[in-house]
């Protein structure tokens, strides 16, 4: 899945014009603090994948803004480029939206014009007089969330009246781009290093292929302390490489060793999802490189490979073993 603010999987964040002829306005902020935006618990370093406790389900009119850490420098006017690290939450479910498989957490710029006013007010109005250094928490009515746009989030598991609530670490306010830049070569790509998955021998999930939406079924077993997979179809197409610059086109299901639950698939959409393979967990990762366009595998990630050791969080996956099923139909470097 793209990320959510540069490529909107979710639709098109920034897909927007980044340039604008706005002029520069005043700095106040629009958005004020509420109930709701000051109820979300975040802890964590700035600038990581934060632990986000979210309130009761809860729905806003209009949007709502706080400022739970405080930067410094000038606040973000009209005409300016916001840089952020961010996370997506569903008010309604307090569950995360994956902005690729397997991951919460990204990165992104925003411009403060006219333009993403109209399209995407209410993240206009979580941005505006933000500081490099401020974590933002911002709770987004279904209504000003992408205005004039209309996106229908429902396979994000964002219904149309839904409220949405972001968590922005702001990087970096600066100004926005006056003229379209030269164009440059594209980055040399880098090789990835991966951890290599061992064969999955042992209480290996039952899987059934038969319909649209697989049915996986985890053992009553403790989970595999490290990662391993199992290749339960090979395909006859190239193998996936371990570079920066590859992308692959799959279907998924992710499920919780811990929980039994999906807690997200593209299988029965009618829409395989197609992401970097450098942007995603490392057991993720791991899990696709390697294999043949038209593999179906099964893997189990430990939580040093997803998203990380410590008390297991339905709210951001921490401390869970995670198990993808994957059917992997195309793979190109881009």
Not at 44 to 60: C, K, S
């Amino acid at each position: 899945m793209p990320k959510f603010l540069t490529a909107l999987a979710l639709a098109s964040l920034v897909a927007l014009p980044l340039v604008s002829c706005s002029s520069p306005a005043d700095a106040g902020c629009e958005a004020q603090p509420g109930p709701h935006s000051s109820q979300v618990k975040v802890t964590g370093p700035f600038g990581v994948q934060p632990t986000v406790t979210m309130p009761p389900a809860f729905d806003v009119t209009k949007t709502e803004r706080s400022v739970v850490v405080n930067g410094s420098g000038k606040s973000a006017v009209e005409g300016e480029l916001v840089q952020t690290h961010y996370a997506v939450y569903n008010a309604s479910t307090g569950q995360p939206v994956e902005l690729t498989p397997g991951a919460i957490w990204g990165e992104g710029n925003f411009v403060i014009d006219k333009a993403q006013k109209d399209a995407l007010p209410g993240l206009y109005k979580s941005l505006l007089c933000s500081k490099a250094g401020d974590r933002v928490v911002s709770a987004v009515p279904s209504n000003e969330l992408f205005g004039a746009l209309g996106v229908d989030m429902s396979k994000q598991g964002i219904g149309k009246s839904d409220t949405v609530v972001f968590i922005f670490d702001v990087s970096k306010v600066g100004p926005a781009p006056t003229a379209t830049p030269t164009p440059t070569a594209a980055p040399t790509p880098t090789p990835l290093s991966l951890p290599t998955p061992a064969a999955w021998v042992d209480n290996v999930p039952t899987v059934d292929l038969s319909g649209s939406v697989p049915v996986v079924t985890l053992p009553s077993t403790p989970p595999p302390a490290q990662l391993e997979l199992k290749v339960l179809t090979e395909g006859t197409g190239a193998d996936v490489a371990a570079m920066s610059n590859v992308q692959v086109t799959i279907d998924y299901q992710g499920i919780s060793w811990d929980t039994k639950k999906i807690f997200d698939q593209s299988f029965g959409t009618g829409s395989p999802k197609t992401f970097p393979v450098n942007g995603v967990i490392q057991g993720f990762a791991a899990a696709i490189v390697g294999q043949k366009v038209g593999s179906t595998v099964i893997v189990s990630i430990p939580p040093k490979y997803a998203y990380g050791e410590g008390t297991i969080s339905d709210a951001d996956l921490k401390g869970q073993t995670l198990v993808f099923l994957i059917t992997i139909h195309d793979a190109a470097a881009k």
